[in-house]
């Protein structure tokens, strides 16, 4: 009856992504990671030689050195501006392959559907439950002399899966949306269909998922470089918390040699970490509806919210 | 049914895979493992032929004999427990190794992942019931912690905990001068006392994860149309909270598992090696810096098999609490 | 006539997004013991946000700014709704009015037992009640609906839309409140089984004598089964009658136009299969027939 029209006449509406409201998190997240982006690029131009050995070592900050120095007279700031730059190149390449790989083996598979997809899914969750740092361990005992590329190519080969599963179950949501199944019967091609119309769907979550793998990557070469199992001759956090590590810095109290490596990456991870947040408000509408912004955007004063408490959840 | 048995397929295909990663990995890797622990081992002491045979069908040194040859002495090998000898630790089998330092990571990393799980499950619980409140508000400040390096904090934990306020012991399992291992309470009182530590770091860092993921679940559970039917039944908040939002809310934590299980492990390999803690991850770092590849090979096998065994565990509780699940597949 | 069960003064709910919607406005009606009223109108109109307005189940930024809705019990008492404070107002819950809701498909928790489900209504409001009586107690109320009561061990995926909505209904039961506010029911549900549970509904209403408020968009199904209807636009009650006058003989322009709506009612008699509910039906196919040779 009535139903039946209103399903028949309304348009066939699609959700296209919005791009996230500059909300006070995602502008903490966005001025903070862009401050860390721009001291990995630019630092590096106006230090010193970060191997350069001084005379005077483990000295706390100064003028002359604003971080202090390690223990052999290296200049703490000029090292972590190359550090900086190291761990952000090994994010970027990570990220980047696991959008790649995390798209192929999520997206292509579960939108081809078949056997492809159940094979694409069973390799798929065979990597996500082999645990991937001892993985990456064990590649690097054998191999003495790793460049930053080859630590990153087997961070990635070793992370991509979660991200795939994750996409793969967003694209079957997709593939059954009513616009999809119209356009397949309206005859186009498939290719088209998965770039036009599930793709732009796919950008948030890709977006998110990306970040993500960018957090894990330099979380795992952190963790690789201070076992000593990193690039060789590279500067990352990680490789400086390592000769933090070694030098005794911990137990000789220099703290300027072991907090600012690891502030740096946690503010970087809490930078990512309210971006993503905000992309999560975009694939989760459920979740916008509760935002604070939102709330604000309610025309309730808070003596009413506090009534309107007392009766419902 | 079908469930359990599609399930149980899977954990044999992953295992099959797991095992035949091990397998590849030191015949693909440059350099000839075999040769580097036959001169380790050899000074040491005498190696028979018989170990010479059970670490090459491991590492696979003999290029004349076929891949298939190899991977059927391999798995052979395996089937009867042989994983070799060890050089680090010789003349202790790589079984023995594992023995002796796998119940201190399960205890320590088991232990405090669980109790990670639920407390980041308990309070996102809370957190997403009481939507604004503080705790939903100190929701951004715990993902700060998820974002800090384990062994990071595990280091600004004992320069804190450690040197400046000599709270906590340094490193260790527990005070081997004073203490004899064995079932008395003095020696359990160490093990806590050396462990609280370690156990501490893995928790702060890994519950705020479990917490923002319960949340949000919960934010997303509260607005489905049974929540509405509790309340108008008239049922008690607490009981809606635990039987009808916690209930569904907690699916995805649960299925995460598998997700996380490989970065509680990575994390807790860092943090056993800050801690000197005398478990398997510790091990496997020894046996790195030693060009022990045999005891290598052993350990991540065991890492891999463990993480396996808990995802099976993981994905049968699931089955029981999610009916669902039972009838999908 | 006798007291009334449910009195609705000057109720109004604003949602407080900006700009305010007024989605129920001044909406004043009264429940008589036993009738089944129906509430229609089209999506949108605020026909929900009135039913859940009467038991204060709203949710920010939707607010009561105005009116009240006063229960009135069998012995007497006045109970205002707006005043129960929130352990009251929990407690009469469902003991008083319950609901079965739109969303019928996804109104039983889906991982918990249909057992569960029903019992956790018994245990928060009696739980005087002994283990063996509740149990009893579950499987008769699914069998008043015509559900099996070996499905009380079932969950809710394993049970059809018409079952669980049967199920609903049987909960709905459970407590033997004096009114049932079901806010579209049906809607989800094809046709066959609709009837069923309309049926159904009667039915038991006959037998239990709880009022009920049934809301739907479905005017010509309202007329079926309703005693009088009051029709809502735009979060006004435009029209309130008797089922028969307001078909008979519609005061409102708004009215005529939902009528007119529906092309069954007022084209081709028989084009409009029903199944013969109760005498109110063969009345109106009646009067449907003689509608239909004035026209012609
Ligand atoms: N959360 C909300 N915020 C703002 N407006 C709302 C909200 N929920 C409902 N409304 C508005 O209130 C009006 C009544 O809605 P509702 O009671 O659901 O109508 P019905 O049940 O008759 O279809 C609608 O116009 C709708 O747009
Ligand atoms: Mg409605």
Redesign the pocket.
């Known amino acids: 009856m009535t139903a039946d029209t209103v399903a028949l006449t309304a348009p066939v509406t699609r959700r296209r992504p919005t791009w996230p409201p500059l909300t006070a998190k995602l502008a903490a997240g966005l001025i903070l990671g862009g401050a860390v982006v721009l001291f990995g690029l630019l630092g590096p131009l106006l230090v010193q030689d970060p191997s350069r050995v001084g005379d005077i070592g483990l000295a706390g900050p100064s003028g002359d050195h604003l971080l202090g120095t390690t223990q052999t007279g290296q200049d703490v700031l000029a090292q972590l501006a190359y550090a900086t730059r190291g761990s952000l190149i090994v994010g970027a390449i990570v990220g980047v392959l696991t959008l790649l790989l995390s798209a192929f083996f999520g997206i292509v598979g579960a939108y081809a559907g078949g056997w492809l997809d159940e094979l694409f899914s069973l390799f798929t969750n065979i990597v996500l439950v082999i645990p991937g740092l001892p993985v990456v361990i064990v590649i690097s005992a054998y191999v003495p002399d790793k460049s930053l590329l080859l630590v990153s190519l087997v961070l990635a080969i070793t992370g991509w899966a979660g991200s795939a599963r994750v996409l793969r179950g967003s694209t079957l949501s997709l593939r059954g949306r009513d616009y999809v199944l119209a356009c397949r019967v309206a005859g186009e091609k498939r290719w088209r269909i998965l770039a036009v119309e599930i793709l732009p769907n796919l950008i948030p979550l890709l977006a998110s998922q990306v970040v993500f793998a960018v957090i894990f990557a330099i979380l795992g070469e952190a963790g690789l470089s201070y076992l000593g199992l990193g690039a060789s001759g590279s500067f990352t956090w990680g490789t400086m918390l390592y000769y933090a590590q070694n030098g005794l810095a911990l137990r000789l109290g220099a703290w300027w040699w072991f907090v600012p490596p690891g502030l740096l990456l946690a503010l970087f991870g809490a930078a990512l970490s309210l971006i993503n947040f905000s992309i999560d408000e975009i694939i989760n509408p459920k979740l916008r509806?509760q935002t604070r912004a939102s709330r604000r955007g309610w025309r309730m004063s808070s003596e009413q919210l506090r009534k309107a408490k007392e009766s419902t959840l | 049914m079908r469930y359990l048995i599609r399930k149980f397929g899977f954990y044999l295909v992953a295992l099959w895979a797991a095992l035949t990663v091990n397998f590849c990995i030191p015949r693909l890797m440059p350099g000839d493992p075999v040769e580097i622990m036959m001169s380790k081992l050899g000074q040491k002491g005498p190696v028979t032929p018989e170990t010479r045979q059970s670490i090459e069908a491991l590492l696979g040194a003999d290029s004349s004999r076929p891949l298939p040859r190899q991977y059927g002495d391999y798995l052979a090998g395996l089937a009867t427990g042989d994983l070799g000898v060890s050089v680090t630790f010789f003349p202790a089998s790589v079984i023995d190794i594992i023995g002796r330092t796998l119940p201190w990571t399960i205890g320590l990393i088991g232990l405090a992942t669980v109790i990670s799980f639920l407390a980041g499950v308990g309070l996102g619980t809370l957190a997403g019931w009481r939507r604004g409140s503080w705790l939903d508000n100190l929701i951004p400040v715990t993902t700060m912690f998820q974002s800090v390096p384990y062994f990071w904090l595990a280091l600004i934990l004992l320069f804190l905990l450690g040197s400046v306020w000599p709270l906590f012991p340094l490193n260790g399992g527990y005070d081997v001068y004073t203490v004899t291992p064995g079932w008395n309470g003095e020696f359990l009182g160490s093990v806590l006392y050396y462990g609280a530590l370690p156990a501490l770091t893995i928790i702060v860092s890994s519950a705020g994860g479990w917490m923002l993921g319960m949340r949000n679940m919960m934010v997303s559970t509260l607005s489905e149309d049974y929540m509405l039917t509790a309340e108008a039944k008239g049922l008690r908040p607490g009981r809606i909270m635990r039987r009808y939002a916690a209930r569904n809310a907690v699916l995805p934590s649960i299925s995460g598992f598998a997700i996380s299980l490989g970065f509680v492990v990575a994390g807790s390999i860092v943090t056993e090696a800050v801690f000197s803690y005398p478990g398997i991850g510790s091990a496997l770092l020894q046996a790195v810096g030693g060009n022990d590849y045999a005891l290598m090979q052993g350990i991540f096998l065991i890492i891999t098999l463990a993480v396996l065994g808990a995802n099976l565990l993981v994905d049968l509780l699931y089955s029981v609490i999610d009916p669902r699940i039972r009838a999908r597949s | 006539m006798t007291r009334p069960v449910l009195t609705i003064e000057n109720l109004s709910v604003d949602?407080l997004?900006d700009p305010p919607?007024h989605?129920?406005k001044d909406v004043s009606l009264t429940l008589r013991r036993g009738e089944v009223l129906g509430l229609a109108?089209?999506?949108?109109?605020?026909?929900?946000?009135?039913?859940?307005g009467i038991v204060r189940l709203l949710?920010p930024?939707?607010m009561i700014t105005s009116g009240r809705a006063v229960f009135h019990s069998p012995e007497g008492h006045d109970i205002d709704w707006g005043d129960l404070g929130p352990e009251d107002l929990r407690a009469a819950r469902w003991d008083k009015i319950s609901m079965v809701f739109?969303g019928a498909m996804n109104s039983l928790n889906p991982v918990i037992s249909i057992r569960d489900q029903f019992e956790d209504i018994f245990r928060t409001h009696r739980p005087a009640l002994r283990r063996r009586e509740r149990r009893d107690r579950c499987g008769d109320l699914l069998e008043r609906v015509g559900v099996d009561r070996a499905r009380l061990n079932s969950y809710p995926h394993e049970l059809s839309g018409g079952m669980r909505q049967r199920v609903m209904i049987a909960m709905a039961m459970a407590l033997e409140p004096q009114i049932m506010i079901m806010?579209?029911p049906t809607t989800a549900l094809d046709v066959v089984v609709q009837r069923e549970i309309l049926r159904e509904i009667s039915r038991l209403r006959g037998e239990l004598g709880f009022a009920v408020v049934f809301?739907t968009?479905d005017l010509p199904l309202l007329l079926e089964i309703s005693d009088r209807i009051a029709v809502?636009r735009?979060?006004e009650i435009v029209e309130l009658g008797d089922a028969l006058d307001l078909y008979t003989d519609p005061r409102h322009d708004y009215t005529r136009q939902l009528l007119a709506s529906f092309p069954s009612l007022t084209g081709e008699r028989g084009s409009f299969v029903r199944g013969a509910l109760d005498d109110r039906l063969l009345a109106l196919d009646a009067i449907d027939a003689g509608a239909a040779k004035e026209t012609s």
């Not at chain 3, 109108?41 to 039913?51: D, H, I, R, V």
């Open positions: 509806s | 949602y997004v919607v989605a129920v109108g089209e999506s949108g109109c605020g026909k929900s946000t009135l039913a859940y949710k930024p939707a739109q806010d579209e809301i968009h809502m735009q979060g």
